[in-house]
Structure formats: C-alpha cells, structure tokens
C-alpha cells in the first residue's frame, strides 16, 4: 500500500506513480482504478493528472450526467494503454447499469485503463484486482491518497 499528503501541486507526481504502477500490472485484461471519496476530495483531480501523464490534451471532467467518456492516449507516450475510459458511477446502482455502457467489452480490453469515481456504487461489480484509490480530505488543501 502507498500513501501520500498531497496537495494540488503534488497531485501529478502522485498520479505518475499510479501511471506506473498500472504499467506494470500483466492481467490480460483492462486496468480499473476504482476512487473513492467524498464530494470534493479530488477523484476528478486526480483523473485530470492521469490523463496529464498519458498526453492527453483534452480537458477532462466529471462525466456525472453523460456516466462515462473515453480518451485516446496518444502513441507518443508509449504507455501500454491506448485509451482511458473514464466512469462516474454516482447515478449507477447495479451492474446490470454498469453493462449498458459496454463494460464487458471495455474490461476485456487490455489496452485499456478505466477510472471510475464513485466506485463504492458498483463495487460488487469491480474485478478481483481493481486498485483501489481512497482519497480523504486533510484540510482545505490537503488530501489523503493511498491505494
């Protein structure tokens, strides 16, 4: 397990070591990190600091109301992944949801990397080795991560 006290200018450092950590994993299938927290603590920070890491240009923010959107990481990285697909599970209650959005597919799919916040909403629905990223607010500026 690693921990860290961050705050937002120690947040993209923090997310390359959980861009390399991922890098190492060999399942076969996709990579999930499943982030929790409360409102406000950082999951989508911290999603826009991965997708900083991978060389995505895009602005990145919470798919609340449209649930997921996917990003293609550019080739020039030379990640292992070739698209973030990033989840908000805050609306979803089961995994019968979760399946509308093509998560079979995108599970099978080892190139890809899947962020979800709200993970705790369809935790039962999360394989074995999801990473699971718990971030909790310090004070104002300062956040707890470890996973």
Known sequence: MKEYHANKT??????????????????????????QGELG???T????????????????????FVIEKIYNIPKQTQS???KLVHIDAYRLQNKAEL???????SLDNSTNIIVIEWS?????ALPQNTIWVTLKHID???RNIKW
């Open 80 to 82: 292992k992944f070739s």
């Open 10 to 35: 120690d947040l993209f450092n923090i997310a390359k070591q959980l861009v390399f950590d991922c890098e190492k994993i060999e399942s076969g299938r996709a990579v999930v990190l499943a982030l």
């Open 99 to 105: 399946n509308t959005l093509g998560w079979g597919e």
């Open 41 to 43: 603590a950082g999951k």
């Open 45 to 64: 920070t911290l999603t826009q600091h991965i997708a900083k890491v991978f060389g995505i240009k895009k602005n990145i923010t919470s798919p609340t």
């Open 140 to 142: 104002k500026e300062t």
């Open 120 to 124: 705790e909403n369809i935790s039962t």
